[in-house]
């Protein structure tokens, strides 16, 4: 890439303050277990998202799931007898398929160790279609030799300074019993201690971190040792959620807990939806939708506690985050989520060290098969690898430098301190939104009301110091330019497509609004941008 520059540079007439942007967006990727990086769909659609959005890790659940055969007591016999085998036995053959892919493709696993194998665990089948056992061991010490013999097992198959590069994170949201844990608070910080010292007898450089709650709650109910529903009570009966306290899950009683005992925390980990349910005085979950800047405002928190902790110089990880925690979430489908994670994205980026989008891919399958092309699940491309909008939204995140020159709260002008390519993006969450996020929607025709919100907005900065001549394309996203599921609406939303309907849709997909523009002899660029609602627009150069 050419560089753009001719002399510094200046945003409206003023000089730029450089500061680091960090690409916490793309830093890692979501997906739903191990056993579905095995297919090929999975497989094309994740290196699509190396190659194109710049993925640098991968996190998913079912490591040691029944149906990644790590944790052997048997040696399954099929239609004849399943013998016992003197000692557990670890194999390792479909996690070297997966592992081996990733790396391949240039990327690296972010690993969630868990879930419970069948044969070591107190309960089974707590959670999903395919099962998942999420439970304590029966045996610590067995798990303690399943995590040695894993870890161990990477080591000498990638080398120490590959794994060393990894980070190893203590199973996934036990504070919801009985789904993902059906132990107590104690019993999860017991197995973290007890995990954390046998990734650090390996090797001290590793990294480790937990606990991997979910979510941000305004009460008491996970206090203590498993939720009180009755906590909830008044949540649930609020008028106005966004005007409660709400607090990180497990956060600071996990670190109190690993200080009081030396145990190491590298990275601190949750998940930070901004859509919740909290129980009522009947058992009747009500869903709970909050504001906007949600995810700001609660990061910055977690930030204070973790700075006021044991542990100051812990890396944050949001290991999940997208706008519900619901597979099922039309919402996930459309322009208005795209807006939506751009925007929280470029606040967000100072105050972690990833916010891992979940998932990057519809091919998942933690309710079964979703119904229909666009059923509203997690990923950032469907079933059919077709583009959603929110797809568009991390390519252009992606476009942009290391190095923020200008910020708004509607955008941002950037540099790539490697080449010296000044690139922008922009995007026009509604002022009729107000405070408002975009919540989540049981149909797809639920989230079309959003459509109808405004007014434009009109974007203009004078980016001056520029190589005169120098091309750069403009990109735009909106209700017209790269909306499938609207145009999977017009056509009837069949639920099985045709051949001719998916290759018409990935087309629709892809069909975004572009253009180019010159820098003149005065190497000042004059963006002069009128962006429709939910518009994402992105500015870069030409290659």
């Known amino acids: 890439m050419a560089n753009t520059l001719r002399s510094a540079i200046t945003v409206d007439g003023r000089p730029c303050e450089e500061t680091p942007l960090v690409h916490v967006w793309n830093e890692c990727a979501g997906a739903g277990?191990?056993?579905?990086?095995?297919?090929?769909?999975?497989?094309?659609?994740?290196?699509?998202?190396v190659d194109v959005l710049g993925f640098r890790y991968v996190r998913f659940h079912g490591l040691f799931h029944d149906d990644?055969?790590?944790?052997?007591?048997?040696?399954?016999?099929?239609?004849?007898?399943?013998?016992?085998?003197?000692?557990?036995?670890?194999?390792?053959?479909y996690v070297d398929k997966v592992f081996d892919f990733i790396l391949e493709t240039g990327a690296r696993p972010f690993v969630e160790l868990g879930f419970m194998p069948r044969e070591l665990a107190t309960q089974t089948e707590t959670v999903f279609w395919w099962g998942a056992h999420c439970s304590p061991p029966k045996d610590m010490g067995r798990w303690v030799e399943l995590v040695t013999a894993t870890v161990e097992h990477w080591i000498e198959r990638y080398g120490l300074d590959e794994v060393r590069r990894w980070r190893f994170e203590v199973w996934n949201e036990p504070n919801l019993v009985p789904h993902f844990w059906t132990g107590t608070r104690t019993e999860y910080f017991?197995?973290?201690?007890?995990?954390?010292?046998?990734?650090?007898?390996?090797?001290?450089?590793?990294?480790?971190?937990?606990?991997?709650?979910?979510?941000?709650?305004?009460?008491?109910?996970?206090?203590?040792?498993?939720?009180?529903?009755?906590?909830?009570?008044?949540?649930?009966?609020?008028?106005?959620?966004?005007?409660?306290?709400?607090?990180?899950?497990?956060?600071?009683?996990?670190?109190?807990?690993?200080?009081?005992?030396?145990?190491?925390?590298?990275?601190?980990?949750?998940?930070?939806?901004?859509?919740?349910y909290a129980f009522d005085v009947n058992g009747v979950g009500v869903p709970l939708s909050r504001y906007a800047d949600a995810t700001?405002?609660?990061?910055?928190?977690?930030?204070?506690?973790?700075?006021?902790?044991?542990?100051?110089?812990?890396?944050?990880?949001?290991?999940?985050?997208?706008?519900?925690?619901?597979?099922?979430?039309?919402?996930?489908?459309?322009?208005?989520?795209?807006?939506?994670?751009?925007?929280?994205?470029?606040?967000?980026a100072p105050l972690a060290e990833s916010i891992s989008y979940w998932t990057f891919t519809d091919v998942f399958e933690e309710g079964g098969a979703g119904i229909g092309p666009f059923h509203g699940g997690f990923g950032l491309v469907n079933e059919q690898g077709i583009h959603k909008p929110t797809f568009h939204a991390f390519r252009m995140l992606g476009a942009l430098g290391d190095r923020l020159l200008h910020s708004t709260p509607h955008g941002a002008v950037t540099r790539d301190s490697r080449t010296g390519a000044v690139s922008a993006l922009f995007c026009n969450y509604p002022e009729e939104m107000g405070t408002a996020s975009v919540g989540s929607a049981d149909s797809y025709e639920a989230t079309r009301h959003l459509a109808g919100k405004g007014p434009n907005r009109r974007v203009r900065h004078e980016v001056a110091g520029l190589e005169p001549g120098a091309v750069f394309v403009v990109e735009v996203l909106d209700w017209e330019h790269g909306n499938p599921a609207e145009e999977w609406h017009r056509l009837g939303s069949p639920v099985n497509l045709s051949r001719e309907e998916a290759r018409h849709l990935a087309a629709v997909a892809d069909a975004l609004l572009r253009y180019t523009v010159t820098v003149p002899e005065s190497g000042v660029l004059d963006l002069d941008l009128d962006l429709a609602p939910w518009a994402v627009a992105s500015v870069r150069q030409a290659v």
């Open 190 to 276: 017991e197995l973290y201690e007890a995990t954390a010292a046998a990734i650090k007898r390996i090797d001290p450089e590793l990294r480790v971190g937990g606990p991997s709650t979910s979510v941000f709650v305004p009460d008491d109910r996970y206090k203590g040792e498993v939720e009180d529903r009755s906590k909830e009570h008044a949540t649930a009966a609020a008028a106005d959620v966004d005007a409660l306290d709400w607090r990180p899950v497990w956060i600071e009683e996990f670190l109190d807990w690993c200080e009081r005992r030396r145990v190491p925390v590298d990275f601190v980990s949750t998940h930070t939806y901004p859509t919740d």
């Open 68 to 93: 990644m055969f790590v944790y052997r007591e048997s040696s399954g016999g099929g239609f004849g007898p399943n013998t016992p085998l003197p000692e557990p036995v670890h194999t390792f053959s």
């Open 33 to 49: 277990r191990a056993n579905e990086a095995l297919r090929a769909d999975w497989q094309r659609q994740f290196a699509e998202a």
């Open 296 to 348: 700001r405002d609660d990061l910055t928190l977690l930030r204070k506690l973790i700075a006021a902790s044991a542990f100051p110089d812990a890396e944050v990880h949001i290991t999940e985050w997208s706008t519900s925690p619901s597979s099922r979430d039309r919402m996930h489908d459309t322009v208005f989520a795209a807006t939506a994670i751009t925007r929280a994205y470029l606040q967000c």
